[in-house]
C-alpha cells in the first residue's frame, strides 16, 4: 500500500472530481426533501402518527434493504447502477410532483414514495464505495472520503433544507421538482465518469443470492477490526441519535431560546462542524486508531458543553465539536474500511454497515426522547458516558483498528467461513 505522503503530493485525480459533482447535486436534492416529506406530510394530515410515519419509512429502508441491495451492488457494474438509482429516482420524483400538482397524492402514496426513493438512495450508497474504489487509487481514500463526507453533510443537512423549506413556502409540488432535476444531473454527470481503476468481476458460478447476503453479515461482524468498528460505529450512532432527537427540547425548554435563536444555534453548529473538520484534516491523515481517539475526545467535550448548555453559542459550540468528530471518525472508519475489504465486497460491506447504522439510529432516536422526558440534559450526559466507553474499546483494540490489509486477511484466516479471507487468497 502506497503511503499518505505520496497521497499529499500527489492530487486527486480528475475522475474524482465529476464523481463529487455528481455527488453534490445528487446531495442537494436529497437535502431539499429532508424538508419537503415532513411539510408534505403535514400539509396532508393534521395527525403527528401520520407525519412520523413519514420520516419512519425514510428509515426503514435502508434498515431492512441494506444488506440485500449490497449484494446486487457488488454484482453490478457500480456506475451503471449509480446511473440507473439517479435516473429511477427523478421519475420517482417527478411523478410524485405531477400528482402533488393535480392534487391526487394521499399519505399512503406519500409513505410509499418515500420509501421507495430511500430504497433507491440505499442501493446508490452501496455501489457508491465501489464507484469510488474504480475511480481513485487506494491512497487516496483519506483526501476522497474527506471531500465527500463533509460536502454531503454541509449540502444535504444545512443548504438543502433551507432551501427546501422556502420552495414549499411557495409550492408543494416545488421541492419534489428540484429533487427530481437533482437525480437527472447527477445520472448525466455519472453517465459521462471515466473509472480508470475499474477491475473485471469475478465469476459467480455456483454463488446464491442469499449466501451472498449472508456474507454482508459475515463481513461486518467478522472477529477483528471490522467488528471492532461495527461496535464503535453502532455505540456512536446510538448516542448521537439520542443526542439529536432532543436537541429541540435541550434548545427550547431547558435553555429557553426562542425559535429563531434555536434556530441560527442549529445553523451555526452544524456549519462549523464541517468548517472544524475540513480544518483539521490531518486528523484523518493519521492512524486509524489515533484518529479515531482524537475525535472521540471532541465529542466528549462536545456533548458535556450540550449536557451543561445555558446559552445558544455554547449550544452551536458543543455540536460543532459533536459534530465534526463523528464526520472525522465517519472518513477515517470507512477508509480503513475500504483498504480492508476487497473491492469485490465494498458493496456488501456498506450494506451491513448501512444496517447497523439505520438500526443504531431508530434506536438512539427512542432512547434519546425517553431520556428527554426525565430532563433535557441528560441525553447528553448519557452520550458522553457512551463516547467515554467507545475510548476505552479503541485504547484496547488499537492494534487490530491499525491493520493492513494483509494482517486482515492473516486474522480471518482462522475461520474458514470468512470471505475476506478467502477473497484476499484469490487475489
Same mark, same amino acid.
Not at 457488488?74 to 421519475?91: L, M, Y
Given at each position: 500500500?502506497?503511503?499518505?505522503?505520496?497521497?499529499?503530493?500527489?492530487?486527486?485525480?480528475?475522475?474524482?472530481?465529476?464523481?463529487?459533482?455528481?455527488?453534490?447535486?445528487?446531495?442537494?436534492?436529497?437535502?431539499?426533501?429532508?424538508?419537503?416529506?415532513?411539510?408534505? *406530510?403535514?400539509?396532508?394530515?393534521?395527525?403527528?402518527?401520520?407525519?412520523?410515519?413519514? /420520516?419512519?419509512?425514510?428509515?426503514?429502508?435502508?434498515?431492512?434493504?441494506?444488506?440485500?441491495?449490497?449484494?446486487?451492488?457488488?454484482?453490478?457494474?457500480?456506475?451503471?447502477?449509480?446511473?440507473?438509482?439517479?435516473?429511477?429516482?427523478?421519475?420517482?420524483?417527478?411523478?410524485?410532483?405531477?400528482?402533488?400538482?393535480?392534487?391526487?397524492?394521499?399519505?399512503?402514496?406519500?409513505?410509499?414514495?418515500?420509501?421507495?426513493?430511500?430504497?433507491?438512495?440505499?442501493?446508490?450508497?452501496?455501489?457508491?464505495?465501489?464507484?469510488?474504489?474504480?475511480? /481513485?487509487?487506494?491512497?487516496?481514500?483519506?483526501?476522497?472520503?474527506?471531500?465527500?463526507?463533509?460536502?454531503?453533510?454541509?449540502?444535504?443537512?444545512?443548504?438543502?433544507?433551507?432551501?427546501?423549506?422556502?420552495?414549499?413556502?411557495?409550492?408543494?409540488?416545488?421541492?419534489?421538482?428540484?429533487?427530481?432535476?437533482?437525480?437527472?444531473?447527477?445520472?448525466?454527470?455519472?453517465?459521462?465518469?471515466?473509472?480508470?481503476?475499474?477491475?473485471?468481476?469475478?465469476?459467480?458460478?455456483?454463488?446464491?443470492?442469499?449466501?451472498?447476503?449472508?456474507?454482508?453479515?459475515?463481513?461486518?461482524?467478522?472477529?477483528?477490526?471490522?467488528?471492532?468498528?461495527?461496535?464503535? /460505529?453502532?455505540?456512536?450512532?446510538?448516542?448521537? *441519535?439520542?443526542?439529536?432527537?432532543?436537541?429541540?427540547?435541550?434548545?427550547?425548554?431547558?435553555?429557553?431560546?426562542?425559535?429563531?435563536?434555536?434556530?441560527?444555534?442549529?445553523?451555526?453548529?452544524?456549519?462549523?462542524?464541517?468548517?472544524?473538520?475540513?480544518?483539521?484534516?490531518?486528523?484523518?491523515?493519521?492512524?486509524?486508531?489515533?484518529?479515531?481517539?482524537?475525535?472521540?475526545?471532541?465529542?466528549?467535550?462536545?456533548?458535556?458543553?450540550?449536557?451543561?448548555?445555558?446559552?445558544?453559542?455554547?449550544?452551536?459550540?458543543?455540536?460543532?465539536?459533536?459534530?465534526?468528530?463523528?464526520?472525522?471518525?465517519?472518513?477515517?472508519?470507512?477508509?480503513?474500511?475500504?483498504?480492508?475489504?476487497?473491492?469485490?465486497?465494498?458493496?456488501?460491506?456498506?450494506?451491513?454497515?448501512?444496517?447497523?447504522?439505520?438500526?443504531?439510529?431508530?434506536?438512539?432516536?427512542?432512547?434519546?426522547?425517553?431520556?428527554?422526558?426525565?430532563?433535557?440534559?441528560?441525553?447528553?450526559?448519557?452520550?458522553?458516558?457512551?463516547?467515554?466507553?467507545?475510548?476505552?474499546? /479503541?485504547?484496547?483494540?488499537?492494534?487490530?483498528?491499525?491493520?493492513?490489509?494483509?494482517?486482515?486477511?492473516?486474522?480471518?484466516?482462522?475461520?474458514?467461513?470468512?470471505?475476506?479471507?478467502?477473497?484476499?487468497?484469490?487475489?
Amino acid at each position: 500500500m502506497e503511503s499518505m505522503a505520496e497521497a499529499e503530493t500527489d492530487p486527486l485525480p480528475r475522475a474524482f472530481w465529476w464523481l463529487f459533482a455528481a455527488g453534490a447535486v445528487s446531495w442537494l436534492g436529497d437535502g431539499v426533501i429532508v424538508v419537503g416529506f415532513p411539510l408534505l *406530510a403535514a400539509s396532508l394530515t393534521h395527525s403527528p402518527l401520520g407525519i412520523a410515519a413519514v /420520516v419512519v419509512t425514510q428509515r426503514l429502508a435502508p434498515m431492512l434493504l441494506s444488506l440485500p441491495l449490497g449484494a446486487l451492488a457488488d454484482r453490478w457494474n457500480a456506475r451503471r447502477t449509480a446511473v440507473a438509482t439517479n435516473a429511477a429516482q427523478a421519475a420517482l420524483f417527478g411523478a410524485a410532483a405531477v400528482l402533488v400538482a393535480g392534487g391526487h397524492i394521499g399519505l399512503a402514496s406519500l409513505i410509499v414514495i418515500a420509501f421507495l426513493a430511500d430504497a433507491l438512495g440505499t442501493l446508490f450508497t452501496c455501489a457508491n464505495s465501489a464507484l469510488l474504489a474504480d475511480v /481513485v487509487e487506494p491512497r487516496h481514500f483519506g483526501p476522497a472520503n474527506t471531500w465527500l463526507r463533509a460536502s454531503n453533510a454541509l449540502i444535504a443537512y444545512v443548504v438543502g433544507p433551507g432551501i427546501g423549506g422556502l420552495l414549499f413556502a411557495t409550492g408543494r409540488q416545488l421541492p419534489l421538482i428540484i429533487n427530481a432535476c437533482s437525480f437527472v444531473g447527477a445520472a448525466v454527470v455519472l453517465a459521462s465518469l471515466r473509472t480508470p481503476n475499474a477491475r473485471p468481476r469475478p465469476a459467480r458460478a455456483g454463488r446464491h443470492f442469499a449466501a451472498e447476503v449472508r456474507e454482508g453479515v459475515r463481513i461486518t461482524f467478522s472477529p477483528g477490526p471490522l467488528r471492532v468498528m461495527a461496535a464503535i /460505529v453502532g455505540t456512536m450512532t446510538l448516542a448521537q *441519535a439520542g443526542s439529536v432527537a432532543a436537541i429541540v427540547v435541550l434548545g427550547t425548554q431547558t435553555v429557553g431560546l426562542g425559535k429563531a435563536g434555536f434556530g441560527w444555534a442549529l445553523a451555526a453548529g452544524n456549519v462549523a462542524a464541517v468548517a472544524v473538520m475540513l480544518s483539521l484534516g490531518r486528523i484523518t491523515k493519521l492512524r486509524t486508531s489515533s484518529a479515531v481517539l482524537v475525535s472521540i475526545g471532541f465529542g466528549t467535550i462536545g456533548e458535556l458543553l450540550l449536557g451543561t448548555a445555558h446559552s445558544g453559542p455554547q449550544i452551536s459550540l458543543g455540536l460543532a465539536m459533536d459534530g465534526a468528530a463523528v464526520l472525522i471518525i465517519g472518513v477515517a472508519l470507512m477508509t480503513a474500511r475500504m483498504r480492508l475489504v476487497p473491492r469485490e465486497l465494498l458493496g456488501r460491506m456498506t450494506g451491513g454497515y448501512q444496517t447497523v447504522i439505520f438500526g443504531a439510529g431508530v434506536a438512539g432516536t427512542i432512547l434519546g426522547g425517553a431520556l428527554a422526558d426525565v430532563s433535557g440534559r441528560l441525553p447528553y450526559l448519557v452520550c458522553a458516558g457512551a463516547y467515554a466507553a467507545v475510548l476505552a474499546v /479503541v485504547f484496547r483494540k488499537a492494534r487490530e483498528l491499525d491493520a493492513e490489509p494483509a494482517a486482515a486477511a492473516a486474522t480471518s484466516s482462522a475461520a474458514p467461513a470468512m470471505p475476506i479471507a478467502a477473497a484476499e487468497a484469490a487475489d
